[in-house]
């Protein structure tokens, strides 16, 4: 290059670079006027409120099907909501839908109420708004963090559209016992996986600015430990060690929170004999002093005087004052800071200045928000957004992404555009709502396309299609399986959809069992009896103990809940338009009695062995049907020159690990290179592998990518006695495979400093 093409290029940089400097100077400029802005506008709003109208804005009521515009009883202070509404008794509220609704409610607080505060609208937006994608066990299946953030950014623009605020969402509960319904909420068993997803989700809700008229403010949730809950079941005592809390449950809610989450929801659980809802170590401690976090915390629906039953509360006035005090900003649905907090205010139980920093904090989101600029929704903008064939496009992506191939013995998928005849079986074949799964938001049944629809709108025009329900999802009814197995007969191929209902996983759902419902096993089994080749397509919201369906039936699809998108995803998959590379993101155990089950457990001194003194059960296998990480493509993946460098390194050093990751096989697909450690020794025990970087790579035939993962001295620590943060001296072990079990090894060392 000549001398004057180097000043030529060098003067561009410099131009380019004082334009970015610019704008972000004016980026950062304008963010710090309206940071004054808020506080100056709120701490007008504080001066200016009285006692109840501040408790009022830390009230929240529903305004769905609970709802009334008339008075619910003449006895009670919580009369109609316009009421509630006028005199400022309520500054949020939930289950509110659609722009013409909710700006009916906002005009009521905008216009009729004597500070004209805006109301903050919550809902339920968990894994889409009308557009329902997968759900978010089965988004976590994708091992596509991109995606997922896609995905919450199109259910915040539909939500926001129909005149939501706020989603009571990501649940970022980890979860290792599949009996708990709420497990198909989060993303699994694991803390990595669960932090980078929960990060992805607040971006795509809460977007670049929250001033944005297309942004929801995210609310992590439930803190903390809901998914430890004794037995599985819902709402039940969690009782764990400090260091098992900061270094499993904690980190996925550090994540959110770092990634910007506005608000966190406190948990109904108990932790180690106090309730999350008045936990002073989670909600101050470590949520405020320790994180700095600023956004608010509300409880979860009547948690607050929930802490009556489990014994810590006297009454309800005794719960609100405790709840409040331990940091939980927001009362949802109890009406008990209301009732109670002003005379414990006037009586010097509840310091005045906590109200104002619950207030503020309130106040604040919503002038974030931009709500006391712009409240209203249009409904024009709604009825463009809502269900877009873009947003329906993207829904169906993620779905394919988030199908796992558990079992394909032979070759039998993809189905070949040759087949004759096909027999499309089964419950859930052609159901309309299991598909929408649990927290469907406004889903619509009518939204959804079946499996049946998806594979007859897919089909060769030569290929015959025939159905058969064959039983319901549950029940002893069988008088279904003579059609179903004469179907069978009569066709080439066989592709037999079983699972669950989208009411047997989710809150208040949980299961004793992971088996099939009686009814659906010997429907499998009677299928399988007539010798024609049998696809099982699994629907499902939760791990599934499948032992005779894995150990008799050639292939097996995992498609989760999928949302409105179902039917066409799965065909794409089956017929091989899309290959399939999602991962598990939760133990398959062999049956209910291995629970809990997950990759990352520790050693007992007597690990699983040939000897029957060891850790195992005597009457099966130790390890689980099918492993976190497992899920296998229609070609194949070898990974090959595992590197690891340096080979040692200090505590403040940094390791880079690269693999390189080719395709064998004779079709374009994905891989999702895991990279696995092990701290050998320690001062404290460690798990015998701690997932700690993935990448999900499309590779076409033949094609080959290098992979770098980057670990720092920090990633490598953990809780000691003390409860400080340490990282220790020692030798790591590296894997680097496709799944929790296999994988290339290496090791390298930290070094005292």
Not at 293 to 299: E, K, W, Y
Not at 564 to 589: H, I, Q, S, W, Y
């Amino acid at each position: 290059m000549t001398s004057g093409n180097l000043s030529r290029v060098t003067i561009l940089l410099a131009i380019s670079l004082a334009t970015w400097l610019s704008a972000t100077a004016r980026h950062v400029n304008a963010q710090e006027h309206r940071s004054a802005d808020e506080a100056r506008r709120v701490e007008a709003l504080l001066a200016d409120m009285t006692l109840e109208e501040k408790l009022g804005q830390l009230t929240q009521r529903t305004a769905g099907e609970h709802a009334t515009f008339e008075p619910d009883d003449p006895e009670s202070e919580h009369q109609d909501l316009p009421t509630l509404i006028r005199k400022a008794k309520v500054g949020s509220l939930l289950n509110a839908h659609g722009a013409e609704y909710t700006n009916r409610l906002q005009r009521i607080a905008m216009a009729e109420s004597r500070l004209g505060i805006p109301l903050l609208l919550g809902n339920d937006v968990i894994h889409g708004y009308r557009t329902v994608f997968p759900i978010p066990l089965g988004g976590a299946a994708t091992w596509d963090p991109e995606l997922v953030e896609q995905a919450a950014r199109v259910a915040a623009r539909e939500a926001a559209a129909a005149g939501t605020h706020w989603t009571f969402a990501p649940m970022v509960d980890i979860c290792r016992d599949a009996r708990w319904g709420r497990i198909a909420e989060g993303a699994g068993e694991d803390t990595y996986l669960g932090s980078v997803m929960a990060a992805a989700q607040v971006r795509g809700f809460q977007g670049d600015d929250l001033a944005a008229p297309d942004t929801l403010l995210a609310c992590a949730k439930h803190f903390v430990a809901y998914g430890a809950a004794e037995g599985g079941r819902d709402y039940n005592t969690v009782d764990i060690s400090e260091q098992s809390l900061r270094e499993v449950y904690l980190p996925p809610f550090k994540a959110a929170v770092d990634a910007g989450a506005g608000t966190l929801m406190s948990a109904f659980n108990e932790i180690n004999g106090v309730p999350a809802t008045a936990n002073h170590l989670t909600l101050s401690r470590i949520l405020r002093q320790e994180w700095g976090f600023g956004g608010f915390v509300v409880s979860d629906w009547t948690s607050v005087t929930e802490m009556v039953a489990h014994g810590f509360a006297a009454d309800d006035a005794d719960a609100a004052e405790k709840a409040i005090l331990a940091g939980v900003d927001m009362d949802m649905s109890s009406f008990c800071y209301l009732d109670y907090l002003v005379d414990a205010v006037r009586q010097g139980r509840v310091p005045q200045a906590r109200v104002d920093e619950a207030v503020r904090r309130v106040l604040a989101a919503k002038h974030r928000l931009g709500l006391f600029d712009r409240p209203y929704a249009d409904p024009e903008h709604e009825r463009a957004v809502i269900l877009s064939p873009e947003n329906r496009a993207l829904a169906r992506d993620v779905a394919r992404h988030a199908i796992v191939l558990l079992k394909n013995e032979g070759n039998l998928l993809p189905i070949s555009d040759k087949v004759a005849s096909l027999a499309v079986i089964g419950p859930l074949a052609d159901d309309r709502w299991a598909p929408l799964g649990t927290w469907s938001g406004v889903g619509r049944n009518e939204d959804v396309v079946t499996v049946l629809e998806g594979i007859k709108g897919r089909v060769s025009a030569d290929t015959e299609v025939r159905y058969a329900k064959g039983c319901d999802v549950d029940g002893d009814a069988t008088d279904g399986l003579a059609e179903a197995v004469q179907v069978a007969k009569q066709s080439e191929l066989v592709v037999l959809v079983v699972g669950e209902n989208a009411d047997m996983s989710g809150e208040a759902h949980c299961r004793s069992s992971l088996d099939l419902p009686p009814v659906q096993q010997k429907l499998v089994q009677a299928v399988h009896a007539t010798g024609v080749p049998l696809v099982v397509v699994l629907m499902h919201g939760r791990p599934m103990s499948i032992a005779w369906t894995a150990e008799h039936v050639p292939a097996i699809l995992v498609t989760w809940h999928l949302g409105v998108e179902c039917g066409r995803a799965t065909a794409d998959v089956l017929f091989g338009d899309f290959n399939p590379g999602g991962k598990l993101p939760a133990t398959f155990p062999r049956t209910v009695g291995q629970v809990p089950i997950y990759y990352n457990h520790k050693n007992t001194g007597r690990p699983p062995g040939g000897d029957r003194y060891t850790s195992k059960y005597i009457d099966l296998p130790s390890t689980p049907l099918f492993p976190f990480g497992h899920g296998l493509s229609y070609t194949t993946f070898e990974l090959s020159n595992l590197s690891i460098a340096p080979a040692k390194i200090g505590a403040g050093g940094r390791v880079e690990i690269t693999v390189d990751v080719k395709n064998t096989g004779n079709r374009e697909g994905d891989e999702v290179a895991q990279l696995y450690i092990r701290d050998l020794v320690g001062s404290m025990t460690r798990p015998v592998r701690q997932l700690k970087g993935f990448r999900r790579v499309t590779l076409r035939p033949g094609e080959s990518r290098t992979l770098t993962f980057s670990l720092a001295g920090q990633d490598l620590g953990f809780y000691d006695r003390d409860m400080r943060y340490v990282v220790e001296p020692g030798v790591f072990k590296v894997w680097v495979g496709p799944d929790s079990t296999r994988g290339l090894e290496g090791r390298f060392e930290v070094q005292q400093n």
